[in-house]
């Protein structure tokens, strides 16, 4: 067992964890944010995406003392006093969202995405959410929903992220 | 199970001395938390986890050398100036790894010590004649990538070593290079053949020196040193690159025996090895 200090969502954690726990099985299992999901848990799907130290990772991959001092961001995490992020309004005006599992992950890449680069075009928008498989294949609308988000955000220039 | 992170190598040393061989080092997990599901893996009491190791996080360089420290990760290679630059085959390799999520946690040292035959850095490396330094709790030493690997992930490496950095030459402005991966699926897909080509070539176009590193095709990473001749002090052409694929080819056939998979690995070996060295050739080819 190992004690480490996590910082969610803005919320410090301090937790006892085998080390031999990812910080999925964390984030679900000890700390009740299921928004996070556990699909392939090698690495391949992308459902347990999170966003750590501003980096997206697969957090199935990522041992829970590995990420003693980090700050962690899921989806949970991403609405702002009860108002949904862009892009989670995007998904929802863009029928993203089918079946939901891969959303979260999704959208964390989504955002990523967009800190690191504001105004991606389509093929860089695909690259950026290769490592997210949604199995009810909506790809076209998630595309669709992020080019809404970055072209608005290149209308209004405001830092809306 | 313990889990240890060291912040130094000097710390990193003491616990190897101390725990190895009942230890297991852990970069950014990507390819050992796979394993670890696995139900035959032979768990290590002792995990030393050396990403938050300042020295084997840099990229530095050295008059005409490069320095990148093993707990770089697969993002920060495929975004660094100084290795697009000088090295673009390796940023180029780096950057069709895995997924965003692998790139930012894998890292250049767990994928060379892994030693899978689809590494994708790796041939990048060989083709760049690289070396690779190994820290023991005593001792220090220096070798070849070329002669790093046995076969298939195994190494050189013993339980109590860590693999620090990876140096290589800067490629000058006469050196063109190319990263070739041809994968099933475009992202997140494990390469089914990758292979990397530098040439030196000449004012008026003449070959002086050509490597050719492929990975996934041979049993272990070499060279094709037939090819690599038989391509230099040649003029630039698509029929010498089409002939250098060939020769790679029927070299594959020697080493590797006729297959089931050869009729298809004979002719795409053949077409990869020459679109790399086009690629590599870049605006020159006639
Ligand atoms: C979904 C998925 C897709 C992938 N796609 C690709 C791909 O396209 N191309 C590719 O090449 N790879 C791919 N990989 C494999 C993997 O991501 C890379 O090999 C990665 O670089 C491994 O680095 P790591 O830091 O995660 O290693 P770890 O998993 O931490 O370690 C791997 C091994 O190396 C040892 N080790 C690590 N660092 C050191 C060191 N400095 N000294 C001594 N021993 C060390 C560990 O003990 C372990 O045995 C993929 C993996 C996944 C899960
Ligand atoms: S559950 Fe982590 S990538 Fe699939
Ligand atoms: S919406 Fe069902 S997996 Fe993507």
Redesign the interface.
Known sequence: MINIKLTVNGNICKLTVPVKMTLLDVLREQLGLTGTKRGCEIGECGACTVIMNGKTVNSCLVLAAQADGAKILTIEGLAENGKLHPLQKAFLEHDAVQCGFCTPGMILSAVSLLERNPHPDEYEIRQAIAGNLCRCTGYKQIVEAIKSVAIKRKHDDSNIL | ???Y?PKNIDEAKRLLQKFAPDSRI?A???DL??E??HANYALKEH?I?I?KIESLNKISENGNELIIGSAIVH?QIANHPLIKRFAPLLSAACSVI?????R??GTIGGNICNASPCADTVPALIALEAKVKIVSPRQEREIPISSFFHKPYHTVMKENEILTEIRFLKLNDNQRCAFYKLARR???AISRINIAAILKISKDHIIEEARLAPGSVFPTWTRISDAESFLSGKKLSDEIFKEAGNITAQKMIEVSGRRWSTPYKESVIAALVKRALVMAAGELTP
Request: net charge positive.
């Open positions: 199970m313990n889990y992170r852990i950014g997990g990507t938390l796979v670890m599901r995990l986890d990403l993002d895995g997924s965003q999520q692998i930012n946690r475009k992202a997140l």
